[in-house]
Every structure is written in C-alpha cells, then in structure tokens.
C-alpha cells in the first residue's frame, strides 16, 4: 500500500517534461493520472525512483474539430472524452468506449493518453482507437512525430514511444455517419474485459479491433477484409481471432477467448448495421 | 403519587432506525487503524512466498539498520515469548492431530502468507520498506494443493504428523443396523453427487488491525482489535503468552465486518501484544488487503460426495454423505468443526427415516487455514442437499418444487426430531415454499421456459429453488460438550437502572455491522417500557462487559437477545418487591405493563419503573435485606439451537454464447421466528443473499499448482459490485421459536445459506435442456460455456 | 515536498514524502480518519473523496498531485450540526451496515448525482461500480441513492 521512495518534479509543459526525463534517464517515469502506474507502484511491482508529473499540463487537455479528425489532447480524462458533445457527434464510438474504462473515479482521473502509453491490451481505449485509424503525435528531444495507432503497439506493455518522448495528441478520424458496435465482455463492470470489441462499418469500410486477445490490441483486419469481400458479418465474425494469440488467464482459456472473440465480433457488427 | 401514562409494548417489529448510523456516516466512528495511539511503534510481518518450505537462514542486517526500524525478529527469536502454540479450542475427535503453530515459522513455512519475520518501526513506511530487506533463504519443499491428494499423502504437509489426515468424524443414525445400506439397496431411485465448496476469501471491508498498548508498571495490557471475539480474545491471549487473565482488556472498536473471519486468534494479535510487552511500548499493525487474502483464513473448501436413496415416489429413504474437510496449513480456532456444523443439515427441511451415514475426514494442505465464513459449514451442507434434490428431480423426471412438497416436514410434526439426532423448533415450509413460488411467479415462468428453452435458443430461462434450515443460536453447552468443543455457548447480559431511569444494557455479543445497539435497546424498551432512546447499550469492551462469548453463527439474537430479556425479568422481579414494600401491598397483587407497577384492581394505585430506579438508588425506603440499586445479571443457555428456514427462488437467463448469467428476479421468503426490527432482518438477508450469490456466480480462490494464490487482490478475487447483482425480492413468514421467551431464531446467516443452492439449481435448470447436469461453482461465463461444450460433445 | 490542500474548506498547508498517498496525508496529517482505506488495487472505493468537486479514489492520487486543489471528505459533508441529505437517506434506508465502506459509497453517490440528478436504478447501480460493500447486499445502498435523488 505505501509505494517505495521515489523523487517527483511537476512538469509545467511538455517540453519540460522531456527535458526532464532526458536529465533523470531510465528510472523517470512520467506520471499523468496515475492510475495505470500508482496500483503498480503501491504493491512495489514497479519501482521508479523519478515521478515527473505531467498532470498539470493544462494544455494538453482539449478536443477540437480539426477538419477530417477530432485532435484530442493526451492529458484529456476518459470522463471528458464520454461526456464530449464533439465526440458524441463526430466519433461516437470513443466517447462510449471511454464511458466503459473502469469506474466513474477512475474516470475522473485517467487519462487517454496515459491509457495508451501504458499500452495495456486489456485496456479499452488502445484497441478503439486502433480501430478508429488514430494517429497519436508524440513529442520528444528531437521535436514532434506521428505514429500510426497500428504501428504503435509493440508487446506487451510496450510501445514505440522512446522513454523520453510524451504523447501529446490523439487524432482520431470523424466516422461520418458510420455505424459502430463496442462489445466489453466482463465479469465486473469494473474489471478489464475478458474480451472487447470495437467496430465501425460504413459502406464498403470497416474497422475492428480487440482488446485483450493478445499482447497489444488487434486489428482484425481478417474481418475487415472478408467485409468488403462480401462476407455476411456471421461469416466475417468467423474470422474474428485470425490476427490474435490471446492468453490463458484466472477468467478466460485461450479457446474461450477466441470463441468469445467471434460471438462479440459478430455482436458488434450487429450493432453496427443498426447504428 | 401521580399517574403515569402507561406506554404501550409495541417497540419490537418496528423499524427503528439505527442509532450507529450518524458516527459511521460522517466519519465520526473509530475502526482500530483511526485509533491515535501516541508513541506505538507499526509492527510489519514478512510473509512466506513459497507454500511449503524450510528456512535455511534469514538475514535481518539490512533491514535492522534502517533508519526508524527498532527491531526484527524471526521465529525462533520469539519462541520464548509464548507460554504454548496459537490455540484450536475444538479437537472434534479425541485422536485428533494438530501441528504446533506460532505466531511466526521456525522452521518450516507451510503456506504462502505464513509468518516468517517482524518488524517493529517507528512509522508504517518504515516498517514496509524493511520488509524488503530481509533475506531469507529457503529449501522449496513439494507443495499440497489438492484435497483429494492430500488424502494419498504422498506429500506430507507436518512431517511430524505422519499424515496429511486430521482427524475422520463419523455420525452414524440408523433406526435399525444396516438400514442405510438396505435403503439404497431397495431405493427406486437414488443420486450420488460429487460437489466441490470452492474456497472462498471473506474480505470483509476493513481488513484486520491490532494495537496493544502496555502500562509498564501496572502490568495490565489493552488490545483494540478488529475482531468479532473480544472474550475469547482475552482467554486466549491470556493462555498463549502467559498473562494473567484478569490483567488482559481487549476493546473491540468500530470494527468492519467479520462474516467469521474476526472470529479467531491470529497471529498479528499475539505479536502485537508479545513485542507491545517485550520492548514496553504500544505496537499497532494494520493488514494490506493482498496480506488479508493470504493471512485471514478463508471460507469453505470442502469435497463432498453425498448419496441420496428415494422410494418410487420420490420419498426420501436415507441419505450417505462423505466429506473432505480442506483445514489448510493449520488448525485455527475453531477449523476442524466447521465442516461438522454442517453434518445435522444434510437432511435439509425433509421428513426422512433415521437412516443416516456422515463422515467427514479434514485433511491439511499447504493453504492458508481455514475456518468459519458466513455460515460456516451449513451453506455447504443446504447447498448438497438441495442440489442433490434436483438431481433427484431430474433423475425422476418431476419438477423439483414438487418433489420437495412430497418430502417437506409438515408442520404438524414439529418439534421434530431430524435423523441427526437435532430438534427443529419449529417451521412451516410448506408456507413459506408456496409464498415464494407465489412471488416468483412459479408456474408462469415454467410455461415460459417450455416457449422460451426450444433447442435454437441462445438465451435460455432456468428457475431454481432451495428450501433451507439454518442451525442458529450457536449454542447449548451440552450439545457443544458432545462435541468436545472446548467451550459453551451461552451469552451473559447485565440490566441496569441508573437513578435517573435511563438504563445501561451490558451485552457479551460483540458486533460489527449487526446493528446490535438499536435492537437490543428495542429489547429492554419492550420488556422496561422505558423508550429506547434512553437505553443505552455498551459492549465489545472487556473491563464493561467482562462475560460474553461474542458473535458468529447467527447466535447474538437467540442467545445474547434473550440474555438481555432474561435480565430485565430479574431486574423487574427486584423492582417489584420495592413496589410493594412502598405501595404497602403483596408482590403477588402487582402487574407490570408499560413500565408502570399497578395493583391488580386498583390501576391507581402504581409506582412507575422510572420512581422504583431512585428509591433504589437512594435506599431510604427498601424492604429489609433488600440490596439497594437496580442491576441484574443473567446468563442464557439456550436448551436448544433455534432453527430458522425458508424458501428462495431464482430466475435467470443465460446467454449460451458466451456463457454470461443475468439474473432476473431473486424471491427469497425467510422466517427467522419473532422480529425485533424488521428493517435490520431485511437488511441481513439482502446482504446474506448476495454473499452466496457471490459463491455461486463470482467468487472463488484461485491456486496454482505451486499453491499461490492467483487472487490476492480485490482486483482479482471478484467480490462484486452493485452494477453486478440483482435488486431482491423479499419476504417473510414468522413462526415463532417455542424455546426461547422472544420467539426469535437469528438472521445473519440464512441468506448465505439459502441463496447459492438456489442460484446453481437455476443453472443447471436453464441448461439441463442442452444435457448439463453438472457444474462447480462459480458458474463463470467460462465454467458455463465448458460445461455446454462438454455436454454437447458428449451427447 | 511542500504542498497547499484545501480539505473541507481549509487550506492547510503541508509536508509529505511524494509518496505519501493522499488518503495518507487526510488520515495521519490531518487526522481526517473518516475516509477508509479497503484495497491495495483501486477497486473498493472506499477512500473516495471529492477533489475539486468530482469523485476520485484518494488511495491512488500522491498527495503532490492533490497540491492546490479542493478536497471535501465525508468530515465535511455536515453543516450546521445537520447530516447532508444522502447521509440522511443511507440512514433512513438501512443503506449501511458496518459502516466500512459507508464514506466512500457516499460520496461516490453525491458524485454520482451531481453528474446524473434523476438517475434510474441501473444508473444507480452502474454509477457505483466503483465501490464495494460486503454487507448490504448493495439492495438498501441503491435504495438511499434513489431517495436521496427524489428529495
């Protein structure tokens, strides 16, 4: 319950903050809601002896209209993404997956960008955001990059952000008019999924990714394919864990998991054909 | 004399609200860790990682060394401090075998969570950073994780022991000798069933705290613990370290919910007190959750196979039962009884011939003990019976309601001595059965089931049901000689009148979340008629009340309630010879009603309670030899258990795609006898039921096969939220018990004890239609969707 | 590291170690013993608080973080001598037992309304996900939640 010793600087920009890291190297971590890093920190199963709070950075919260995608700042809060008139209007699809992210204090907390920094498969924004075709702008010592949501996830926990760069923005493309279906199989509403799924459809294009069916999120570009092959979305959804290697865990074989996948690909798809 | 206005006894069966409420909802109550405590060093324990292993070395250097750290200590350097091992008060059987346990390891660790050093700091923080700087080196020994190989004892937990096998316990009833044997032999149908009671973790909210303080030079010590025994607290710490009795106070605070794991002796305890006494200052210790779901015991573990013989009617003939009893590394208090609680309950609500054959073996494994949660040992027992009544219903092919109407004890028949040997007071559940298929709409859901269950669809309905008697009022002290528990079972309450008529009740129960204080205060109201805002109710401390025997299995009410009533009779009997003597009149020609003492006849002639309390108090004017003051002591023991039941019902539908269970509707009709504030009843049983809701649905420790636990934290182990449960119907039949003066029965438990049966045999009941007859609890949507896929490839 | 919290509107200015957890900092530096601590993991929701108005689990935010912002525990929920009106709705709806989880249920629950004033049931029971009790049954807390939001 009482995390080991650890130093703290608050970042007051994002360049500070990456010239702080750059200082303290490999044992900073940056700290923004804190509520991926601190449960880990108070059961000492991580140690960082360099918290650099990049929680106040005001503004790095917002969510504008910019054109073709909503940009998103990384230190917006899962509560501001759900409750979102821009979001609800233009990516729909986000602002309910984030109205499912763990409990409504978590939710007060966490950030987007923290979430996918921390790059937890289980988690629900990294696989929607996949789906959805972000892009997330990161900011380091040699200035700002884009990185594709696809390109992003490299393994378990890990990510191709650098140690000393920051997410700074999410941009995630307007659906238009798309229809999408999110599906969160749990067993508390306040846990993890076991398996989720987020989809979109619009015409011929579609979108679906999975959260928790392997070390990073997964596009199930299988599904998407068979989609615009004409497959009805019974025979697509068949194809749901073509792209995954999930897990044994305490909920959850990997059989049910890939079972799970294809009954929640399917659902999803449903909801996407109505909404 | 003025007239009084006689206040009418209509104080029980109201919904008083409770008094306890303001302190907890504004945060004025103190739980032990909120208690300040100047000058008390912070006690951490370094726990074992490995489940079964030796000690070769424990280096403590670095962690001593730490600025604010005062002392480590391992096992063998406090052996000296205890006067004999942590203690089990119930060797159920006289061969009984028990391992030697201390409060830290010496030299063997036998579980992952076991004791292994100390650490006294001047600060929390302190002391949780010198944990990790302890080094221990370990010999890995081959761990004992599952019961039914814990019985081959190819592994042996205690070397010393020789075997991983406790103790057998055997309850043979046969009208005739080999009756059993010759019902099954002639049974129409019979059943036999396999059940596992997966363990459970009781994660009460607030995790366990201790902190002794000393008087070094008085010599007496003071423990505030979060437990649910202060009395037996201080015997046992008396015996364990060696102090004498009457120099030990343990106070339990505001303490956060028990459900039976507050009720032992843990080591944390000891610890606290030995090294509060070692180094002469207060040490105080406050458990992590992830330490309390290795370090407080857990709940059921059992193996059960039981039997059941039918005529062609469906009538039961004999029922054989067979158990493993899972203790864990060690015997705690009261460990190897709690599978025998439940060895009288396995005839469930049924007129069935003395025809019974039970045996329980407990055996050790390198776990975490176990021992009494929310019902202890009955929910395992109702939860057997009843599903083994639906198998039996299956197995004939008739509705299960049905079959159970066929084999009810009728309520002509009570008092009704049940093949166990036991007699039921009384019951009606026929009543309550009928109530509860009423409110659930019985019939219409099974006309439902026949459109809804067709073989193409996903979603199907089950019903379930379970009638149940919980065993309560823990307990006749004979009945618990018989079974060589190591003390009684009565409970003590002091009644006193102070001068100005406002009244102190002293109970022995000790509670923490029973909400005790209004409801025996509604007792002494009734039977005084003095209001019940001007009763005061004092407990859970030893210096004010130093008799009780505290609270668990449901006995606060039948037993410490009617204490409390006991006494107001004696402190009324005192107060009526001050009556006479000052309304210069026999005793035999007064009556007392709404706290006034009239002459039969003559209503105007009376002296109110509230005057006799001063006459008292300043004895100016007693009858010869008459000892001034009104205060009574009484201590109750029950004759006999008391015997709440009733009826649940679930309905629910399960999506056979993924294998998720929604509940739809949860009747339960409860009759716990006579209720004193119906609105705590309710609140017991809604509480009860969603615990065993949990069993059925959520909750469950996991092991790997090296014996850690995979659940250690409430992120893991799936204590469910209000997003995760059903709102609940309920209701109640009263049929008072005849054997104690308030007609009451106990409540705590019978919902636990009712409702997981209920929710399994709704299960099965919405899957029997793809050929599932059979599945462990908790029926997870992954349980649910093995066990379609194994009976669809079997089919 | 020096910080400045108002809790329950008092500013009060403070020392602590950055790890010191905020839950920390109202229990031992403020004596604010009111506000329990249930879990390791954020999962039981009972050490909620308000910070600047909205409910946050003070068992996972570091007291440096808190530093400039307002606190409301359950300690300053009274005024005038008078319980807030969802205390008052726990008690008379027998939404609490032991009490343990009580603080936390109860502020997640004004939470809760402020941001939802007419919730439905499942709103209800939704909106406390967050927070566990092993008594209650959750059936009476909801119950409080509901009449608290009709009053």
Known sequence: MIPAAFEYKRASSAAEAISLVSQYGDEAKFLAGGHSLLPLMKLRLAQPTMLIDIGRISDLSYIKDAGDHIAIGALTRHMDIEKSALLKTHVPLLAHAASHVGDAQVRHRGTIGGSLAHADSASDLPATTLALGATYVAQGPKGERTIAAKDFYKGFLESSLNADEILTEIRVPKMTGAGWGFQKFNRRAQDWAIVGVAAWRNNGSSGVALVNMGSTPILATSVSTALTGGASISEAAELAAKEAAPQDDLNASREYRIHLAKVLVRRALEDASKK | MTMTEVRPNTVIGTRLLRREDPALLTGEA??????????????????????????????????????????????????????????????????????????????????????????????????????????????????????????????????ELGTNKSYTWNLKIEATEGCVEEAFANAA?????????????????????????????????????????????????????????????????????????????????????????????????????????????????????????????????????????????????????????????????????????????????????????????????????????????????????????????????????????????????????????????????????????????????????????????????????????????????????????????????SPHGQGHETSWAMIASEKLGIPAEDIDVLHSDTAIAPLGLDTYGSRSLPVGGVAIAGACDKVIDKAKLIAAHQLECSAEDLEFAGGVFSVKGSPDRNMPLAAIAFQAFTAHNLPDGLEPNLEAQYTYDPPNFSWPFGTHICVLEIDIETGQVEILKYVAVDDCGVQINPLIVEGQVHGGIIQGLAQALFEEAIYDEDGNLKTSTLAEYLVPAASDVPSLT?????????????????????GTIGAASTVMNAVIDALSGLGVTHMDMPASPHHVWLAIKAASSAS | MKINITVNGTSHDGEVEPRTLLVHYLREHLALTGTNIGCDTSSCGACTVHLNGESVKSCTILAVQADGTKIVTIEGLSKDGEMHPMQQAFMENHGLQCGYCTPGMVMAAIGLLNENPNPTESDVRQGLEGNLCRCTGYHNIVKSVLAAANK
């Open chain 2, 30 to 159: 103190k739980f032990t860790n909120d208690l300040n405590i100047p000058g008390a060093l912070h006690l951490a324990v370094l726990r074992s990682p490995h489940a079964h292993a030796k000690i070769k070395s424990i280096n403590t250097k670095a962690a001593t060394a730490l600025p604010g750290v005062v002392a480590v200590y391992t096992g063998a350097d406090l052996k000296s401090m205890w006067a004999g091992p942590m203690p089990c008060a119930w060797p159920v059987t006289a061969d009984m075998k028990a391992p030697q346990h201390f409060p830290l390891a010496i030299d063997t660790v036998n579980y992952v969570g076991d004791g292994v050093a100390a650490i006294l700091a001047t600060s929390e923080t302190a002391s949780r950073d010198a944990l990790d700087l302890i080094e221990v080196e370990y010999e890995v020994l081959k761990p004992v994780v599952d019961l039914e190989e814990a019985m081959t004892d190819n592994v042996i937990v205690h070397d």
């Open chain 2, 189 to 509: 149908f019979t059943v036999s069933e396999r059940y596992v009671q997966q363990r459970l973790l009781p994660m009460a909210m607030e995790t366990r705290a201790v902190a002794a303080v000393p008087q070094p030079f008085g010599g007496d010590i003071t423990i505030y613990s979060s437990t649910q025994i202060p009395h037996i607290l201080k015997v046992m710490t008396a015996l364990t370290i060696g102090i004498p009795e009457h120099q030990v106070r343990v106070i339990a605070p505001s303490v956060g919910g028990g459900f039976g794991s507050k009720l032992n002796v843990y080591a944390e305890e000891l610890l606290c007190v030995g090294l509060a006494r070692k180094h002469n200052v207060p040490v105080r210790w406050v458990e992590e959750r992830s330490e309390n779901a290795q370090a407080t015991i857990h709940g059921r573990g059992q193996v059960q196979y039981i039997e059941l013989a039918a005529d062609k009617n469906g009538k039961l003939t004999a029922v054989r039962v067979r158990i493993i009893g899972d203790m864990g590394a060690y015997l705690q208090l009261v460990t190897p009884g709690i599978p025998l609680l439940g060895a009288f309950l396995y005839a469930g609500v049924y007129d069935i011939p003395h025809a019974y054959d039970f045996s329980c073996t407990g055996v050790f494994t390198t776990l975490t003990p176990t021992d009494a949660y929310r019902g202890a040992g009955r929910p395992e027992a109702t939860y057997a019976i009843e599903t083994a009544m639906d198998a039996l219903a299956r197995k004939m092919g008739i509705d299960p309601f049905d079959l159970r109407k066929r084999n009810f004890i009728q309520k002509e028949q009570f008092p009704y001595t049940a093949f166990s040997g036991l007699t039921y007071d009384s019951g009606n559940h026929l009543a309550a059965a009928e109530k509860a298929a009423d409110m659930a709409d019985y019939a219409a859901v099974r006309s439902r089931q026949a459109i809804q269950n067709v073989p193409s669809a996903t979603k199907r309905l089950g019903i379930g049901m379970t009638s149940y008697f919980e065993m309560c009022g823990l307990a006749p002290s004979r009945v618990l000689a018989s079974l060589n528990y190591g003390a009684g079972g009565w409970e003590a309450a002091t009644v006193r009148i102070l001068p100005t008529a406002k009244v102190q009740v002293v109970t022995g129960t």
């Open chain 2, 730 to 750: 309920t209701d109640f039949t009263v049929t008072p018990s005849p054997t104690n003066q308030l007609g009451v029965k106990g409540i705590g438990e019978a």
